[in-house]
């Protein structure tokens, strides 16, 4: 059989080459064959030939897209790419520098610096990826019944069962419908799974939303200061202006609306139109959490100004005040009497936070409301053009919302106490570093006096 399709395939390729020769036009002496493959003439001169590699290259920084030059993005800047350098040497070199290791902390990565994933997650993840262990006896000694019940529910909402295949542009709808469940249960409010838009981490659901809202250099976001330079560097590569709106540190960073009310003003005694909100809660890089009541102000103020409130909740599982509790957004303004006509609110979250951290495996979420049927096609549209976020984050956020539950009957080795104790364990170890952190800074304050 082999033999006979490379024999069936030799016949056709010899088969098309005389065609070719058939029909191929001849060429004068006078005529070079490279005429066709360009519009310029050619002279035939071999210095023609050897001129272009003396000419500038195609591309450089004056000739590609501007907003790409504005853009900024500190955390992977000047300072991580010296530490890269350093660590280069120490490992050339273990002797040239005073120390043995940098750790890097200019990112919330909390894996690399030593974190142990849950359980219970990697335990789901890896049964999805390779089903056919599911059913093999000695999956039971290696893998919790929850984590093997939780793979056969997720993988029958999978089409085909595939984990390698593309998805829907939003997301699995199996796992969607998980989210919004989740979703409901924390908020005590509806959530419609159509709402919800799976993505690669929160940043790109970020990037959608700066896309959809920025028309020009005219459309402004509000964003806070301090803030994460995801935004800045987001707004200014869509080419919008960013809005700055400045937090309050004696009052624990708060946010003043009257604030926000001084720099509208501004903006828009420049031409600007202001489109959008930016709120992180909890705070990024300041660790705020907001009280409800200053949220409802924040929620009345985008109301009456018309503008999209964008609600970075990435961090809501890292609040370690017990005086202090988180509030999404969506929450606030639904306990307000507030539905899907009278407000606009994104809320995004991340696997890569929280107690997970989760970060190389790339899963988040948005949920949209408050659009109209019109402008939700649009950004189907932009979540499309992706074709899908990777179903591993899919499958994580889908578990981030929706845990392991209490069982009523005691199993010595239930898979809610191992998920209870990876969770108290990455707590306590957050708790321990936290003070560690505050105390280096309180005994180097002495430095920026």
């Keep these: 059989m082999r033999r006979f399709v490379i024999g069936r395939a030799r016949n056709l390729f010899?088969?098309?080459?005389?065609?070719?020769?058939?029909?191929?036009?001849?060429?004068s002496s006078s005529q070079s064959p490279y005429r066709f493959l360009s519009s310029t003439p050619i002279t035939g001169s071999p210095s023609s030939f050897s001129s272009s590699s003396t000419m500038a290259p195609p591309v450089n920084v004056n000739t590609i897209n501007p907003k790409v030059l504005e853009c900024e993005y500190a955390v992977h800047g000047e300072i991580v790419t010296l530490a890269q350098k350093l660590q280069q040497e120490i490992q050339a070199k273990p002797e040239a520098h005073p120390f043995e290791e940098i750790l890097y902390c200019n990112i919330g990565n909390p894996q690399s610096l030593g974190q142990l994933p849950i359980t219970f997650f990697r335990e789901v993840l890896a049964l999805c990826d390779h089903p056919s262990i599911l059913d093999k006896s000695e999956t039971q000694g290696l893998f919790s019944a929850d984590?093997?019940?939780?793979?056969?529910?997720?993988?029958?909402?999978?089409?085909?069962?595939?984990?390698?295949?593309?998805?829907?542009?939003?997301?699995?709808?199996?796992?969607?419908?998980?989210?919004?469940?989740?979703i409901e249960a924390r908020d005590g409010f509806p959530a419609d799974p159509n709402d919800i838009f799976l993505t690669d981490g929160a940043s790109p659901a970020v990037h959608m939303m700066m896309q959809l809202l920025i028309r020009s250099e005219k459309d402004g976001i509000f964003c806070p200061i301090p803030q994460y330079p995801l935004y800045s560097a987001s707004i200014a590569l869509h080419g919008g202006t960013l809005v700055p709106y400045y937090l309050d540190e004696a009052t624990?960073?708060?946010?003043?609306?009257?604030?926000?009310?001084?720099?509208?003003?501004?903006?828009?005694?420049?031409?600007?139109?202001?489109?959008?909100?930016?709120?992180?809660?909890?705070?990024?890089?300041?660790?705020?959490?907001?009280?409800?009541?200053?949220?409802?102000?924040?929620v009345e103020f985008c109301k009456q100004e018309g503008l999209v409130l964008l609600a970075d909740e990435v961090y809501?599982?890292?609040?370690?005040v017990p005086e202090k509790k988180f509030h999404s957004f969506k929450k606030v303004s639904r306990s307000m009497g507030y539905g899907e006509k009278d407000i606009s609110v994104v809320s995004f979250q991340s696997v890569s936070k929280g107690y997970y951290g989760e970060c190389?495996?790339?899963?988040?979420?948005?949920?949209?409301?408050?659009?109209?049927?019109?402008?939700r096609e649009q950004i189907y549209k932009v979540a499309s053009?992706?074709?899908?976020?990777?179903?591993?984050?899919?499958?994580?956020?889908?578990?981030?919302?929706?845990?392991?539950?209490?069982?009523?009957?005691?199993?010595l080795k239930s898979v809610f106490c191992v998920y209870s104790n990876d969770i108290g364990c990455n707590i306590n170890i957050r708790w321990d570093r936290t003070q560690w952190i505050k105390l280096g800074i309180d005994a180097c304050k002495h430095w920026f006096v």
Excluded at 365 to 373: D, L, P, Q, R, S
Aim: charged content about 20%; some cysteine.
């Design 14 to 27: 010899e088969s098309s080459r005389q065609n070719y020769q058939f029909q191929r036009p001849l060429l």
């Design 147 to 182: 984590s093997i019940d939780r793979a056969w529910q997720i993988l029958d909402q999978i089409p085909g069962r595939a984990t390698g295949a593309y998805s829907h542009s939003q997301g699995i709808k199996g796992l969607r419908d998980t989210i919004a469940a989740g």
């Design 252 to 298: 624990g960073w708060g946010l003043e609306v009257s604030e926000l009310k001084k720099q509208l003003e501004t903006a828009r005694s420049k031409g600007i139109t202001v489109r959008a909100l930016v709120v992180i809660n909890p705070g990024n890089p300041t660790g705020q959490v907001l009280a409800e009541e200053n949220q409802r102000a924040i």
């Design 316 to 320: 809501q599982e890292n609040i370690y």
């Design 360 to 375: 190389g495996r790339r899963g988040g979420y948005m949920e949209v409301t408050g659009f109209g049927a019109d402008v």
């Design 385 to 411: 053009v992706n074709l899908c976020s990777n179903i591993s984050g899919q499958i994580l956020a889908s578990l981030v919302m929706s845990p392991p539950k209490v069982k009523f009957f005691f199993r």
